[in-house]
């Protein structure tokens, strides 16, 4: 384990072994991506909300009023695709810059696989992809989280890290707290008692957050899982240039593996709202089987299921699912997560949902679990 690094070093601006280098010309293309999706984020807020306020007789306009003033309005057309293309052109500006540098990249990630290691990568040839991760390029990302070109690849890992890096800046979110830091503080304040031996990251993607919960509890075993190799490949490396002990293994949340209640703490971090409904199901299952008696299973996601969230807000929140590559954002909008706790296995009284304000930014973060 690293003897200096603290949870609240693991952010957006974490720098390793395996960080690409920006040039002017990277700067500047990430620099335009960042303000227009900074200037369309405050444009939707202000005046989108205006309009449908005006044109509307509802006080709080519904979201089926908010979809038929917007469905006309010239304005929420030119916002759409404006925001559209700036994700495009977030992804082939990022594509660019890791491409560049993708040789030295994997010379230099070949170097820290020739190092002693402090944690573990176990890949699984041939494993089974759902067809949900081989047909999307959630959020555009070019080829998907899964695509995986040869047993050097770290690419979609490299994407991975850096598409979030601009798109959070470019949401005006999350500069100094992280998804994992907020976790930790909500566990620290609801389950102070809680002391976990073994911590599971499901969806784990490239380790960005399993870092932070091996660092939040260093006496801890830390195992994260993905079905993406590249990323995982990328995840091992960065998480063993950092000096952090990961272990990462491919597998499926729905089928995670490991014994009977394994772990004292199982976290997601935004996976539920990209999977199907059937599949959160099941990993809530799978959540109830792997947790240790006096265990907790938390899930962090996007806060859109708030049965009282206002028409306007929801409307846009939904706008991913026709425009982003996220198939499944509504789905997961109308499923109840608790329900889906309870169904599982854990005694309902024990289910617990929170919507907490972000620290440093404008969202809201949606924490649903439950203590076995
Ligand atoms: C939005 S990313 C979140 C990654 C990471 N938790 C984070 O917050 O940085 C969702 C991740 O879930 C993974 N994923 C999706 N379906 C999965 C499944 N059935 N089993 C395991 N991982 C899955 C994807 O490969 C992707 O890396």
Redesign the pocket.
């Known amino acids: 384990m690293s003897a200096t690094l603290r949870l609240e070093d693991m952010n957006r601006s974490t720098r390793h072994e395996l960080t690409p280098t920006e040039c002017t010309e990277d700067r500047a293309r990430l620099g335009f991506v960042m303000h227009l999706k900074r200037g369309l984020g405050a444009l939707g807020q202000t005046r989108l909300r205006a309009l449908v306020s005006a044109r509307s007789d509802e006080d709080l306009p519904s979201q089926s009023v908010t979809a038929d003033i917007l469905g006309q309005s010239t304005a929420f057309a030119a916002w759409s695709s404006l925001n559209r293309g700036s994700q495009r052109r977030m992804w082939i500006a990022l594509a660019d810059m890791v491409d560049r540098q993708l040789p030295a990249l994997e010379s230099q990630a070949a170097k820290l696989d020739g190092r002693e290691k402090r944690g573990s990568l176990r890949l699984v040839p041939d494993v089974e992809l759902?067809g949900?991760?081989l047909e999307t390029a959630?959020h555009g990302q070019p080829g998907g989280?899964?695509d995986t070109r040869d047993e050097r690849d770290i690419r979609a890992g490299l994407l991975?890290e850096a598409g979030?890096t601009v798109y959070t800046r470019g949401a005006g979110t999350g500069r100094k707290d992280s998804?994992a830091q907020a976790v930790v503080r909500y566990l620290d304040a609801n389950f102070p008692d809680l002391r976990p031996r073994r911590v599971l990251?499901?969806?784990?993607?490239?380790g960005?957050?399993?870092c932070g919960y091996a660092l939040a509890y260093p006496d801890a075993e830390t195992y994260g899982?993905?079905?993406?190799e590249a990323?995982l490949r990328y995840g091992h490396l960065r998480a063993e240039s950092l000096g952090i002990a990961l272990h990462l293994r491919q597998?499926?949340?729905?089928a995670?593996g490991f014994p009977d209640g394994h772990f004292d703490l199982i976290i997601?971090?935004?996976?539920l709202h990209?999977?199907p409904t059937a599949?959160m199901r099941e990993?809530m299952r799978q959540c109830h089987r792997l947790l240790a008696p006096g265990g907790v299973v938390i899930h962090q996601d996007v806060p859109t299921q708030v049965d009282a969230m206002p028409g306007f807000a929801r409307h846009m929140a939904l706008w991913q699912t026709a425009h982003n590559d996220e198939p499944f954002w509504t789905d997961f909008a109308e499923s109840s997560v608790t329900d889906a706790l309870a169904e599982a296995g854990f005694n309902s009284d024990a289910v617990f949902e929170a919507y907490v304000p972000q620290v440093d930014g404008p969202l809201t973060w949606y924490f649903v679990g439950a203590r076995h």
């Open positions: 759902p949900y991760l959630f989280y899964v991975q979030g998804k990251d499901l969806g784990c993607g490239f960005g957050q399993t899982i993905d079905l993406g990323q597998a499926d949340a729905c995670p997601s971090n935004i996976l990209e999977v599949s990993i």
